[in-house]
């Protein structure tokens, strides 16, 4: 702690100075001349921000958890470098980088603008640049349309007009042999090659089960974007639900605060509403047509039977419906415009082709 309160005092120029162009005449530091400035710099900015959100969250500003102290990465976890645009050019084939030369690069989509800067990024021995530009967001035209959607396990989303989007379980399928290339890394000498290859077959593993992820939420995203004005979601506490032991996994290889991220990214970027309703609705309780409340239900049940008219909705559909009956309450305080709702009682399984329109 005494030498955190000592950090805390030191100016960041100063700090730059303790890690840059001390630490590079230290003896025994061949490598610092090979690295450059920007690097080390970049670095040090991190830290001292880690520190200063560390500091500001024990004085409880902002609300909410408190932020852990921070520790630096460990030499064979995930690497990244940040560096500004002085000290990079990209071109058609070749990205060059200071004190390093042009460096092959395959790009996935042509630069809207001139970039800013960029992160380097090791991933499971595969290195990857995102580049920060200026891009105008693109509008999409006013329908009117809104619609509530109900995030669950056995679909993970179900929106007012009752198509489902299957949930992206792609962890449990790769867990055999995940627990096999863990086992195999455990038992490798120490001082070969041999725990370095074997290293780099569990990362890429996560890695794979990491990227498919991301890639099955941005579809249910993507449609629900494109096809209403206004969204609204329930506002779940994801945290406190990965708690309960018997259903972590299926939680969080779920991925509902990433597809909220995602919802609410692509909203900002083309002009619509996403609305968090609050989590202690009763959703799955409540009849979505005249509010009547019955209880706790059986996790087990699938339908849901109206108490007035006794006719029978599918559970997830009544909790959707709910969802956007709740919408215009938390649209009073001017976050989004009223809008249409047209919900469709048939219900189907999205597995593959998507049902976005065009």
Known sequence: MGSIKKVQKTRISELMQLCTTQAGQTPGRPWRAGSSNVVLQQSVRGWDQALRNWWASLKGSPKGAKVSPRRFKRRHGAQSIRLTSHVFRPGERALTLSKIGPVLIKWSRPLPSEPSGGTVIDASGRYFVSFLVEVEPTAFAGNGQSIGTDLGLASLATPADGVKFAPPTFLRPALKRLRRLQRNLKHKQKGSGRPEAARQKVAKLQANVGNRRPDHLHQPSNCTIRGNQTVVLEGLNVSGMVRNKTLARSISDGGWRQLRALLEFRAQQHGRKVIAVSQWLPTSQMCSSCGHQ???????????????????????????????????????????????TAPVVATRLITGASPCPA
């Open 294 to 340: 019955d209880g706790k239900k059986d996790l087990s049940g699938c339908q849901w039977q109206r108490p007035d008219c006794g006719s029978v909705l599918d559970r997830d559909v009544n909790a959707a419906r709910t969802i956007l009956v709740a919408g215009p309450a938390e649209r009073l305080n001017g976050r989004g415009a009223m809008g249409k």
